[in-house]
C-alpha cells in the first residue's frame, strides 16, 4: 500500500519530458519532488506561476512565493510570474499537456468531485472547473476508501461535480487505474496489495484482465 508521497512517486512516471504540468492542491504537489532529473517539466499553478520546484526546506521558505493551495513553493530558473488572466488563458487554451488533481469521489465514467462538500463552507470553486473543461489528459491522485473505510470509487458521484467524464487516469494507494467505456480498468497493484482488496475497496465497474502486474516505484 501507499502513502501519500508513494501515490506522487507513482504519477510522477507519467509525467514526460517537454511537458507541462498544472498539479492541483494536496497529494498533486508532491509530484514535483519525484519527477526525474533527465527531463525538462514546467510545472504550473493557477495562481500565476510557471517553473515551479520541488517544496522548500524547513527554515528556506519564502512567504511571498506560494501555489494555488497557499503552500510556499520553490521556483527553478527562469521561472515567471504573471496574473490569473494569463494563467487561465494556458489553461483554458489547452496549452497544458498534463493536469495532476485530487479528488473526493470519482465516478467510473471518468466524473469528477472535487470542490464541495454540502453543508461545510467553501470559498469557491476555484481553478477547478476551468481546468477539468479545458485539459485533455487528467490523472487523479487520492486515497481508494475514505476514513470510514467507504469506497471513493464510484458508480456515480453523490457530491457536487466539479467535470463530466473528464479523468483520464486514477493513481491511489492501493492501485493504478484507467478510466475506460466500461469502467475502472486496473492496471497496476500497489505493493503488497492483492486483486481482492482493490475490488473490495471500489464500487465502481472494475475491470480485471490478466495478471494484474504490481507498481514499480
Given amino acids: 500500500m501507499l502513502d501519500k508521497n508513494g501515490i506522487a512517486k507513482r504519477i510522477a512516471q507519467e ?9 492541483g492542491i494536496g497529494i498533486p504537489t508532491l509530484v514535483a519532488n519525484f519527477v526525474r532529473d533527465d527531463i525538462s517539466v514546467e510545472f504550473q499553478s493557477e495562481n500565476g506561476v510557471l517553473g ?8 528556506e521558505e519564502d512567504a511571498d512565493i506560494i501555489n494555488a493551495g497557499k503552500q510556499t513553493i520553490t521556483t527553478l ?11 487561465f488563458s494556458m489553461i483554458r487554451g489547452k496549452h497544458v499537456d498534463l493536469t495532476i488533481l485530487g479528488a473526493m469521489e470519482v465516478a467510473d465514467n471518468g466524473d469528477i468531485a472535487n470542490w464541495k462538500i454540502p453543508g461545510k463552507m467553501v470559498k469557491g470553486m476555484g481553478g477547478a472547473m476551468d481546468l477539468v473543461a ?13 476514513r470510514a473505510g467507504h469506497s471513493k470509487l464510484l458508480k ?7 467535470g463530466v467524464g473528464c479523468v483520464k487516469k486514477i493513481v491511489t494507494n492501493l492501485a493504478v487505474l484507467e478510466v ?6 486496473l492496471l497496476e497493484r500497489a505493493p503488497g496489495v492483492s486483486v481482492e482488496e482493490i475490488k473490495n475497496a471500489t464500487e465502481g465497474n472494475l475491470l480485471i484482465e490478466g495478471n494484474v502486474p504490481e507498481m514499480l516505484i
Fill in 156 to 162: 456515480k458521484c453523490s457530491l457536487p461535480l466539479t
Fill in 15 to 23: 509525467v514526460r519530458d517537454g511537458y507541462y504540468v498544472n498539479l
Fill in 52 to 59: 515551479m520546484g520541488p517544496f522548500p526546506f524547513e527554515g
Fill in 134 to 146: 479545458s485539459a485533455e489528459n487528467i490523472i487523479v491522485a487520492m486515497m481508494h476508501t475514505n
Fill in 180 to 185: 475506460t467505456k466500461e469502467g475502472f480498468k
Fill in 77 to 87: 530558473p527562469g521561472a515567471s510570474f504573471f496574473d490569473s488572466a494569463t494563467s
